[in-house]
Nanobody
Framework: QVQLVESGGGSVQAGGSLRLSCAAS?????????WGWFRQAPGKEREGVAS???????TYVDSVKGRFTISRDIAKNSLYLEMISLKPEDTALYYC?????????????????????WGQGTQVIVSS
């Protein structure tokens, strides 16, 4: 059974920094997969924030480019999200997610529809 556990959330003032971590257990790495961070603010839909696929290709939503950095440590089964220059609009519940094996014919391995494993989330609050 795959379990993803996030940590590192908290309350910071605008301009501050946080580092989110996601520890995975029971996950089997395949030749093609994707890991990502998503967030959901109150009253808003969940959105993809950043992703990293099995080849190491990273993507970011435009609103966090230059401020957030996604990384992983396969040996530690961990995913990270370094967040700097935080803004009040970054306030949300942040989720770690992972896909299973992605078939070779799928163009975008990090398409949101393929994330089948989810953590419980860690809250980030940024005050102005």
């Amino acid at each position: 059974q795959v379990q993803l556990v996030e940590s590192g959330g908290g309350s910071v003032q605008a301009g501050g920094s946080l580092r989110l971590s996601c520890a995975a257990s029971g996950y089997t790495y395949s030749s093609r997969y994707c890991w990502g961070w998503f967030r959901q603010a109150p009253g808003k839909e969940r959105e993809g924030v950043a992703s990293i696929d099995s080849s190491g290709t990273v993507t970011y939503v435009d609103s966090v480019k230059g401020r957030f950095t996604i990384s992983r440590d396969i040996a530690k089964n961990s995913l990270y999200l370094e967040m700097i220059s935080l803004k009040p609009e970054d306030t949300a519940l942040y989720y770690c997610a992972a896909t299973g094996r992605i078939a070779w014919w799928i163009i975008n391995a990090c398409d949101a529809r393929y994330f089948g494993y989810w953590g419980q989330g860690t809250q980030v609050i940024v005050s102005s």
